[in-house]
């Protein structure tokens, strides 16, 4: 039987490196301009869409995302978050957070944990993220 070509997720932004040297080589990149997103329906519906483009993560532009999600208090982070880690894709939030950083504690600590982890990062932009999927996280 013959192979079937792989189709490529086409967004632009889209990071790529050959499969054979990396294996999770696409990342689904939402547009920084779009709907606000906040709610786990939200997160389901881009899962959806990096199953559907076979691809493992999705990078989410920080000013998409809804002002609760900063607030740790209002469970929309974790909840947002945690779809991500049972569906086993991955979740890049990139971009400039440091005033969410500086505002609480609580959330830089969040902020820490996550990136020592595999499966949820904030990253300043996508060259950062490139850069931790091919294994190098010294930047």
Known sequence: MPEVPR???????????KEKE????????????GQVLRSEQ????????????RV????????????????????????????FANYRHGLAIVGDISVHVAASSSFRDWVREANRGRQIWFVA???????????????
């Open 42 to 53: 939200d997160a389901l519906d881009l899962i959806g869409e990096a199953i559907y483009r």
């Open 7 to 17: 189709q490529t997720p086409l967004r632009p932004g889209r990071l790529s490196k």
């Open 125 to 139: 932009d996508l060259a950062e993220l490139e850069r931790r999927l091919s294994g190098d996280a010294s930047g």
């Open 56 to 83: 493992q993560w999705v990078a989410v532009p920080a000013e998409r995302l809804h002002q609760d999600f900063w607030e740790l208090s209002t469970r929309v982070a974790g909840e947002f978050v945690a779809k």
């Open 22 to 33: 990396y294996p999770m080589s696409e990342v689904f990149v939402c547009e920084p301009q």
